[in-house]
């Protein structure tokens, strides 16, 4: 069985609670159990990470080394400023998925500056929850 690793950067934990005309009503926990339910349909193992810490971020990007065949991550706002998440995909060789809930695209221009796209096989943005299931797809064909 291939397995996929989820990670979530800083607030996404808040999912729900506001700015809903963005980020939708869904909480982080509505997110879980809708990629679980995707994952096991799938019949693909999926592991969840959340922090809101950089450094714990690059942690679990590293951990993954050797265990794991694919990485989705929402890197929330270390998108636009982290070259270490950047450095810390490029090191595992790990396929990554970027996903972003809104379509950063047509928000304040500093999101649409992306550190870690260069280091990603796809990127997803705007699509709401259905973006992880898709950057899961994503990874199983390819
Ligand atoms: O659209 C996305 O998924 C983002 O990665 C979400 C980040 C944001 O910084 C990125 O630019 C785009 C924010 C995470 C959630 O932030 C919340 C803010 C208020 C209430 C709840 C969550």
Known sequence: MKKILVINGPNLNMLGIREP???????YNDLLAFVSSHAEKKQVEVDFYQSNHEGDLVDAIQNAYGNTDGIVINPGAYTHTSVALLDAVKAVGIPTVEVH??????REPFRSISYIRAACVKTIAGK???????AIDFLLEH
């Open 21 to 27: 005309s963005i980020y939708g009503r869904s909480t």
């Open 101 to 106: 809930i809104s379509d950063v695209s047509t």
């Open 128 to 134: 709401g929850f259905d973006g992880y299931t898709e």
